[in-house]
T-cell receptor, first 115, second 113 residues
Framework: GAVVSQHPSRVICKSGTSVKIECRSL??????MFWYRQFPKQSLMLMAT?????????EQGVEKDKFLINHASLTLSTLTVTSAHPEDSSFYIC???????????FGSGTRLTVV | GENVEQHPSTLSVQEGDSAVIKCTYS??????FPWYKQELGKRPQLIID?????GEKKDQRIAVTLNKTAKHFSLHITETQPEDSAVYFC????????????FGQGTELSVKP
């Protein structure tokens, strides 16, 4: 149980385009999901907290107009990187509280490369 | 806000030896402390966690200790095996902040056969 699916696993896009990443909780409902970014050989940095039915809460320094988050249902949160630039290339990963006392379950991550 | 410091950044041990990774946190109100193992290109996998009302927790070869007064917690891996080689992250969850996790910088553990 407590599976989080993330799609796509890899994406290459041209500079200036937008990319949407999906995060789904497959066997549980997640009112809250979290989006992290991880640069090579670095830690996971929290970008924002995604709340079902309300606006996301962004961490300091994260541009909310660039990283659009939508949490329209109890099982789906999306992160859209708008007007992507090469410096946005990173590993984006979501997580959700599985509410089974087992902590937070992570999605498989999305490797974004902007060329 | 919460800040988590993790040491060491790299750790090399011989197979069968023990490995210890230490983390400190700044927010005394944090109440949940998980440890994750991440292999290259993969998602972090929860290996053990501890809540603030417990001082120690053990699961086979893995144990975590928490000292709330000093605001530090440690991961102990005994009888290390080559498959334990990975990057390990500690994290802290600040109380009443929606359950978000603040991660330490990570420790790259290498277990040499």
């Amino acid at each position: 149980g407590a599976v989080v699916s993330q799609h796509p696993s890899r994406v290459i896009c041209k500079s200036g385009t937008s990319v949407k990443i999906e995060c789904r909780s497959l066997d549980f409902q997640a009112t809250t999901m979290f989006w992290y970014r991880q640069f090579p050989k670095q830690s996971l940095m929290l970008m924002a907290t995604s709340n079902e039915g309300s606006k996301a809460t962004y961490e300091q320094g994260v541009e909310k107009d660039k990283f659009l988050i939508n949490h329209a249902s109890l099982t789906l949160s999306t992160l859209t990187v708008t007007s992507a630039h090469p410096e946005d290339s990173s590993f984006y990963i979501c997580s959700a509280d599985n509410r089974e006392g087992l902590g937070y379950t992570f999605g498989s991550g999305t490797r974004l490369t902007v060329v | 806000g919460e800040n988590v410091e993790q040491h060491p950044s790299t750790l090399s041990v011989q197979e069968g030896d023990s490995a210890v990774i230490k983390c400190t946190y700044s927010d005394s109100a944090s109440n949940y402390f998980p440890w994750y193992k991440q292999e290259l290109g993969k998602r972090p996998q929860l290996i053990i966690d501890i809540r603030s009302n417990v001082g120690e927790k053990k699961d086979q070869r893995i144990a975590v200790t928490l000292n709330k007064t000093a605001k530090h917690f440690s991961l102990h891996i005994t009888e290390t095996q080559p498959e334990d080689s990975a990057v390990y992250f500690c994290a802290a969850s600040p109380y009443n902040q929606g359950g978000k996790l603040i991660f330490g910088q990570g420790t790259e553990l290498s277990v040499k056969p």
